[in-house]
């Protein structure tokens, strides 16, 4: 795909509708989001303007349509990009993507149109089993309509934030393909979180419990699964092991709770260790 990032970047009227046309797309935001990722990593966010603009009009319009995934995901996608643009560290860039997240789900932003209560009209209406539990958690004098709320937006929007982070770390590689080759794998693979960014996630998980805001702590474990992802990469690297370990790994990051717990506790311990660290220098 750099030939596309290549002719995309060969001036703002061509980043524009490449990204406009994308966005507009269904299915295809991922690629809008990652265009005006790369024009924003590149120029900054005041000549990338027109571009985001481009690609915030048919995302707007999937909005007004029930499909607030589009726009969510530009608009996280931005913040991200000025962030790694600015700081060039990508822990800082996913925490501030969690912070967005998590304010975009205690506002409702994700919310389907008619709000929970329709939805689990329909589950009752679909599974008897479903109705009879929801009838028994009513009974306990739980607020079952907030609670399939507050599922809903965690679950679309861990959604967005991960597609969000899929379209940065596309567009930082078209970035290095174009202007840093190989640049990006360095980068990437030396991902770390930094013992005083994983405190921010803890305060913010237990911010969230303390003050009545789930959402705080419902997506503040991303960042380190990024940490973890990229822990995986550097260690595949650094040991030269055959990509389909890469592959393996994908499938049962995908597939399994327990990898992803696993990837968790490794990102947590290499906060303090320096997995990559010590190998380089075994090496």
């Known amino acids: ?4 990032a290549r002719w995309m970047m ?3 009227p061509n980043a524009a509708l490449g990204a406009a046309a994308a966005t507009a797309i269904p299915w295809l935001f991922w690629l809008g989001a990652a265009v005006v990722a790369l024009v924003t990593l590149r120029h900054g966010l005041a000549a990338s303007l027109p571009v985001i603009i481009a690609a915030a009009v048919p995302a707007g319009w999937w909005w007004t349509q029930g499909d607030v995934i589009p726009l969510a995901s530009v608009l ?3 913040l991200m990009a000025v962030v790694l643009r600015a700081r060039l560290r990508w822990s800082e860039a996913a925490i501030a993507g969690t912070l967005a997240g998590s304010a975009m789900i205690q506002l409702g932003i994700f919310l389907p149109p008619g709000g929970a209560s329709l939805v689990l009209e329909q589950l009752r209406q679909g599974s008897p089993d479903i109705a009879a539990m929801l009838s028994e958690l009513s009974r306990q004098g739980m607020d079952t309509e907030h609670l399939a709320g507050l599922m809903i937006s965690g679950v679309t929007a861990l959604i967005v934030l991960l597609a969000a982070v899929a379209c940065l770390a596309l567009a930082r590689g078209w970035q290095a393909g174009l202007y840093n080759p190989g640049g990006f794998r360095e980068e990437f693979h030396a991902l770390r979180l930094l013992p005083r960014e994983l405190a921010v996630l803890v305060v913010l998980g237990v911010l969230g419990v303390v003050l009545g805001l789930p959402a705080l702590g419902m997506l503040a474990w991303v960042p380190l699964l990024v940490a973890g992802i990229a822990l995986v990469h550097g260690f ?7 990509g389909l370990w890469l592959v393996a ?3 049962l990051l995908i597939t399994t709770w327990p990898m992803i717990l696993i990837v968790l506790l490794l ?3 290499d906060t303090f260790a320096d997995f990559r660290g010590r190998l380089a220098r075994s090496h």
């Open 1 to 4: 795909m750099l030939p596309v």
């Open 10 to 12: 060969r001036g703002t």
């Open 76 to 78: 996280l996608v931005v």
């Open 236 to 242: 595949i690297g650094l040991k030269g092991m055959n």
């Open 249 to 251: 790994f994908y499938v």
């Open 267 to 269: 990102a947590f311990i």
